[in-house]
Antibody, heavy 121, light 106 residues
Framework: EVQLVESGGGLVQPGGSLRLSCAAS????????MNWVRQAPGKGLEWVSY????????YYADSVKGRFTISRDNAKNSLYLQMNSLRAEDTAVYYC??????????????WGQGTLVTVSS | DIQMTQSPSTLSASVGDRVTITCRAS??????LAWYQQKPGKAPKLLIY???SLESGVPSRFSGSGSGTEFTLTISSLQPDDFATYYC????????FGPGTKVDIK
C-alpha cells in the first residue's frame, strides 16, 4: 500500500524557517517524481514545487521561488521542503504528492494527509 | 503561465442527478488534465487523468472528456458520497489547479 506521511509543520514567526518531510513507503520511491502542494485555510489547491525521480529537474511556483528548496533522499525514501523567509501568506496545509504518469511531469496519484504550517507572530 | 477556470463555482444537486463540471485552460493543454475530489479535512483524491482515463478504483459513474482548452467532468448519477469539492489540474506546463467546484446538497 502506497503511503505518504508528512511531518515538520507547526507555528513559526514571519521571516522564520521550517523544514517539512514526507516519508514514503509501499512503492519504489526512486522511480517517481514528487511534488509539494499547499492549501491555505478555506482556499483552493496551489502547486508549490516538483522534483524528478533523480533530482535532476526541479521546479518552483513563482510564489515560493528563491525562498523554498525541494530535495529528496532516495536512500531514505524521503522528500523534503526547506522553507525560509516565511510569510503570513505561506500559512497552509502542505501535502506531498506522487507523480503518477510515465512522463516527467504528470498528475498526482497519491497524496499524504498533510501538515499544517502557520506563520504568525 | 497557464490559467485554469472552472464553472460553476458551486453546484446544488440531488442524489441521482447527472452533474457536469466544466474546466477551461487559457491555452491548449492537449489532454494533460486531471480531476480530483476533495472532502473537508482530507487530501485530494485522483479521479480522472489524461482528460478521460478513470483512475483505478474510482466508480464508473465518473467520466471525463475534452481536449485542447475545454474539459468536462460528469457524474452520471450523484451518490451521497459524491458531495465534495472538485478540482481540475493541468500538467502540460508545470502544474496549475482550477479554483474548484463545490457540489452540495440541494
Amino acid at each position: 500500500e502506497v503511503q505518504l506521511v508528512e511531518s515538520g509543520g507547526g507555528l513559526v514567526q514571519p521571516g522564520g524557517s521550517l523544514r517539512l518531510s514526507c516519508a514514503a513507503s509501499g512503492f519504489t520511491f526512486s522511480s517517481y517524481s514528487m511534488n509539494w502542494v499547499r492549501q491555505a485555510p478555506g482556499k483552493g489547491l496551489e502547486w508549490v514545487s516538483y522534483i524528478s525521480s533523480s533530482s535532476s529537474t526541479i521546479y518552483y511556483a513563482d510564489s515560493v521561488k528563491g525562498r523554498f528548496t525541494i530535495s529528496r533522499d532516495n536512500a531514505k525514501n524521503s522528500l523534503y521542503l526547506q522553507m525560509n523567509s516565511l510569510r503570513a501568506e505561506d500559512t497552509a496545509v502542505y501535502y506531498c504528492a506522487r507523480g503518477g504518469g510515465l512522463t516527467e511531469t504528470a498528475y498526482f496519484d497519491y497524496w499524504g494527509q498533510g501538515t499544517l504550517v502557520t506563520v504568525s507572530s | 503561465d497557464i490559467q485554469m477556470t472552472q464553472s460553476p463555482s458551486t453546484l446544488s444537486a440531488s442524489v441521482g442527478d447527472r452533474v457536469t463540471i466544466t474546466c477551461r485552460a487559457s491555452q491548449s493543454i492537449s489532454s494533460w488534465l486531471a480531476w480530483y475530489q476533495q472532502k473537508p479535512g482530507k487530501a485530494p483524491k485522483l479521479l480522472i487523468y489524461d482528460a478521460s482515463s478513470l483512475e483505478s478504483g474510482v466508480p464508473s459513474r465518473f467520466s471525463g472528456s475534452g481536449s485542447g482548452t475545454e474539459f468536462t467532468l460528469t457524474i452520471s448519477s450523484l451518490q451521497p458520497d459524491d458531495f465534495a469539492t472538485y478540482y481540475c489540474q493541468q500538467y502540460d506546463s508545470y502544474f496549475t489547479f482550477g479554483p474548484g467546484t463545490k457540489v452540495d446538497i440541494k
